[in-house]
């Protein structure tokens, strides 16, 4: 990810970046207690700066929306609203459609999880899977033994 992150990288203005902190923090908020910083403190905006700048068009306008939403039921900006009534609006939008934010949630855990920080936090090695490797679990291949021993369950056919 890019450390020199320049204000003209992301066309938000400083209101509608203050609604993105916010909704970061509902994505993923921090857990003090276990080290895990929250999605805002990873830096998801150089993210999208750096993978998915075609996305900002959208995303402001779901910020924007948000933001009327929590302006026309408590008369304030949706960043100043409760934690209660930050769900409330959320859930209503996310009612009307469901696919309101997902694309902001999957880009900001992707970017979570390649945070140095929560890789540590969570037990594992801050590096790339590969060339080092993980260990990977194989598992219990008895237990598909009924499903070989049951033979095929389709019609095979002459082609």
């Known amino acids: 990810m890019s450390e020199t992150l320049i204000s003209s990288d992301f066309p938000l203005s400083p209101a509608m970046r203050r609604t993105l902190d916010t909704v970061l923090e509902i994505i993923v908020p921090a857990d003090p207690e276990r080290g895990l910083p929250s999605a805002r403190d990873v830096n998801v905006v150089a993210y999208l700066a750096e993978h998915s700048a075609g996305y900002w068009g959208e995303l402001e306008r779901q910020l924007q929306l948000l933001d009327a939403s929590a302006r026309r039921q408590f008369a304030v900006p949706f960043a100043e609203l409760t934690p209660d009534e930050r769900m409330r609006v959320a859930h209503q939008l996310r009612s009307a459609d469901p696919t309101f934010l997902r694309r902001l949630a999957l880009e900001a855990i992707t970017c979570y999880y ?31 033994n009924p499903v070989v021993a049951r033979g095929s369950i389709w019609r095979r056919t002459d082609n």
């Open 114 to 144: 390649q945070d140095d920080r929560v890789m540590l936090a969570i037990g594992l090695e801050p590096r790339p899977p590969a060339p080092k490797g993980h260990e990977a679990y194989t598992g219990d291949f008895s237990l598909v």
